[in-house]
Each structure stands twice: as structure tokens, then as C-alpha cells.
DNA sequence: ACAATTAATGACCAACCGGTCATTAATTTA
DNA sequence: TAAATTAATGACCGGTTGGTCATTAATTGT
């Protein structure tokens, strides 16, 4: 039916995971969990839809190769950032930050947080991998940065629990933007500016000494 | 086919677009718009697929509609609010805060930010709509709150744009939060308490003088 | 009572997509 | 070189859904 191999059908057992994960990051940012059809992430990567199936289970494995792969590595950077800490707590939150920028914040998997607000309630499973795997690390990290500053006085007392939700939100909304509602907005922002004016609000309203 | 006339075939001219409405509202909140099944929604209201056509155009138009009736009007509301006030900025922000979480915040059209974050990229018709009809206006409202409360000094000086997207964050964010992956916490937060918390850290982050 | 009007129905269509599997062919082994 | 292995393919299946339209029947007017 088609030209005889024309194709330049090639096998190379050892690059088609990282082709297929780095396609299927690309296509689950840009469209979502449900709406990206594994055959344009197949085509993407180069191969076929069959293919695919050769090195993933389905599409719920693809999915939790791409976060293995792509966060749960920077989050253990981030864990160790925090053990070899030593000097204002203020000082550790701004270098958590500023790696989570260069690794995640900057990079394609900035995506990946909208990504699970929008489809967890359709993919319950999905969700609940996500939670166990990210959120809750991320949470018990800067729960424990919160408690380590209150409990030297530098920081305010505050219920823990709540004020790592308010001190995230900001954080979380600039990529949920970026990867949502931004291209409507007349005028891009300097994710750089927002997170620093995030940061001066956060001095000065964790600050117990009103400095 | 069917028994004759089992069906209790009523014609309600006046109230099924309410009753259309409603169940779209629950249905688009609950699994998104793309996932949404218009026979669900005319199902939901009492009616057959074929009914919701006869008052609606097509999925679109009646999202459209659902944006219309229930969160324009508590736009124009806060916009009256915020022309009345007398007195501080920060107390009119409060006021704000309290009339959108009667209006929207505790009702099932909190669902409806999370719904547009979600399906903005896949839907740039809907997302256009919703950015002019609904965000830009309540930028511009909260923009002017903020110029006004730097003008007299109340607030330090801050980008206003900027500072818009920061402020309002934790308040998106906790709608998103409700509707997407809050089923996996193993706790629930008090959303009053959280809101609490947010306009203590505002109240002392955008202080001028250091009370 | 009977015809005219129109609200309401649901079978149907075309398009779409996750996942399967028999077949093809590149590569390795003997 | 010939046989064995296995990477790669793509046609196909079953299930789904937005939207259409010919038909049915509730309601209204005379």
C-alpha cells in the first residue's frame, strides 16, 4: 500500500524511552492528560502508535514515567538542599526557590501542576499518585522550613499547615497562568519580578520583628 | 418501541433554561468542559439531549450562558461595592473578599476558575471570553484598590500588575485547590481560616509604616 | 371536538481514540 | 548465508459523543 520502505524503519531499543517520555511531556502540557492521543505522542517521538505500546503499559504508565523521570529527582535535590542548610530560614526558602526555578519553574514540567489541577478529579488514580509522590514532599519540605523558623523566632507563629498553602499559592499560580489563561492576557510578566514582589510581601509578613 | 406515554412529557417553556443551566453547572464543574456529556446535562435537568438544543446552540453557548447569569452579576455587585466604600483600602479589600465568597467562593461557581485554568489551551474561544468578560474585570477592580491605597500612603509602593496576580493567587488557589486534588488530602483546611491567614500576611506585607 | 402549533423525544450519523495483534523487517547468531 | 530473534508497524475493534432530524404528543385556539 505505502512505498516499500520508504520508511527508514530503524531499531533503537535504548533511545525510544527517553524520545517517548520527552514527546509525551510535551503533548501532556500543551493539551492536557485526556486530550493528548498516544498516536501524536508516537509521531512526535517518531516512531509508531504500536510502538509505543512496546515500552509503555498504556497511557497511565507513560504518564507516571514522565513525573518519575522529570520531578521526583529535583524534589530529592531540594531535600538535600534543605539537610546542608545552615543561616536564616528567609535565605533557605529563597534557595528552594530559586532551584525549583531552574529545574521545574523554567523548564517544560512547569506544566505538569496544571496539568494535575485539571485532570485530577477525572483521573482519580492519577491524583492520588501525584499527591503521595509530589505534594506531600513538597509540603512536609516547607513544613519544616516554616516550623525551623518560628521555632528560632525569626518567623512569626502561624498554623503550619495553612501558611504552607498560602506561601505555595503564589508559586503554583504563576505556572498555572503561564500554561492556561496567559496567551488571552494583552501583556506578558517577568515570572522573575512576580516571584520576587511574592517574596518581599513574604519578608515582611513572615517577619515577627517588624523590621 | 418504548410503552406509550410513560414518559411524563410536560412542556416547561419558561423553566427549562434555568433548570438547563443548573445542571450544566454542576456537570462542567464537575468533570470539566470537554468531558462533559450534553446528554448528562439534559438528563440532569429532566429533559432528552434533543430538548437542550431547542434552547441552547450548541456546548458552547451554553457554557457561555452558565458564565453569564452566574458570575456577572457578582462582578457588577463588588463593582458597586468598591464605588461606595469609604474608609481603608484594606477594609474595601475585606468587603471584596466577603461579598465574592458569599457569591461565588462557597457556591458551585467557585468550580468554574479551575474549569477555565483547565481547559484554556484546548478551548481558546472559551478562554478569550472568560480573560474579557470576567479576569480583566476584576483586575481592573482590584487594580484600583491598590492605586488607591498607595496614593494615601496606606500601602507601600508596588507594581500594580504585578502585585494584582500575587494577591489574588492564594484566593484562586484555593478554589482550585477544592475542586482538583483536595480529595486526596488527608485533611481538609477551613477556607475562612485559610482566607484569614492570607489577609494577616497581606495586611503586614503591604504596610507602609510598621504597625 | 378538531385542527394547528410547537415542545419534546431518541434513533441515528460521523468522527474520534485507547488499546490489540498479526505481519513485516532490521539485527544478531551460528 | 541462513535461521532465529525481536523491534517496529498500522489496520482494526469497541466504545464514546457532539450534533441532527423525522416523529410524537401536549397544549392552544376556534
Given at each position: 500500500?505505502?512505498?516499500?520502505?520508504?520508511?527508514?524503519?530503524?531499531?533503537?531499543?535504548?533511545?525510544?524511552?527517553?524520545?517517548?517520555?520527552?514527546?509525551?511531556?510535551?503533548?501532556?502540557?500543551?493539551?492536557?492528560?485526556?486530550?493528548?492521543?498516544?498516536?501524536?505522542?508516537?509521531?512526535?517521538?517518531?516512531?509508531s502508535k504500536g510502538t509505543l505500546y512496546l515500552y509503555f503499559e498504556n497511557k497511565e504508565a507513560l504518564f507516571k514515567a514522565v513525573i518519575r523521570e522529570g520531578i521526583l529527582p529535583v524534589l530529592a535535590e531540594n531535600e538535600e538542599i534543605a539537610a546542608r542548610h545552615e543561616g536564616s530560614t528567609f535565605a533557605l526558602?529563597?534557595?528552594?526557590?530559586?532551584?525549583?526555578?531552574?529545574?521545574i519553574g523554567r523548564t517544560a514540567y512547569a506544566g505538569i501542576p496544571k496539568l494535575m489541577v485539571a485532570e485530577a478529579n477525572n483521573f482519580p488514580e492519577l491524583a492520588q499518585f501525584y499527591y503521595e509522590q509530589v505534594i506531600s514532599r513538597c509540603r512536609a519540605l516547607l513544613g519544616a522550613a516554616l516550623r525551623r523558623g518560628?521555632?528560632?523566632?525569626?518567623?512569626?507563629?502561624?498554623?503550619?499547615e495553612v501558611a504552607i498553602d498560602v506561601i505555595i499559592a503564589p508559586i503554583?499560580?504563576?505556572?498555572?497562568?503561564?500554561?492556561?489563561?496567559?496567551?488571552?492576557a494583552p501583556r506578558e510578566h517577568d515570572p522573575q519580578h512576580y516571584l520576587q514582589l511574592h517574596m518581599d510581601l513574604l519578608r515582611q509578613g513572615l517577619s515577627r520583628s517588624q523590621v
Open positions: 500500500m505505502n512505498p516499500p520502505s520508504l520508511s527508514p524503519r530503524k531499531r533503537r531499543k535504548e533511545a525510544r524511552p527517553g524520545e517517548l517520555l520527552a514527546a509525551a511531556l510535551d503533548l501532556f502540557v500543551a493539551r492536557g492528560y485526556a486530550a493528548t492521543r498516544l498516536e501524536d505522542v508516537a509521531q512526535q517521538a517518531g516512531v526558602l529563597e534557595k528552594l526557590l530559586n532551584n525549583w526555578w531552574l529545574r518560628m521555632a528560632d523566632g525569626e518567623f512569626r507563629p502561624l498554623d503550619i503554583l499560580m504563576l505556572l498555572i497562568w503561564r500554561h492556561s489563561l496567559a496567551s488571552c
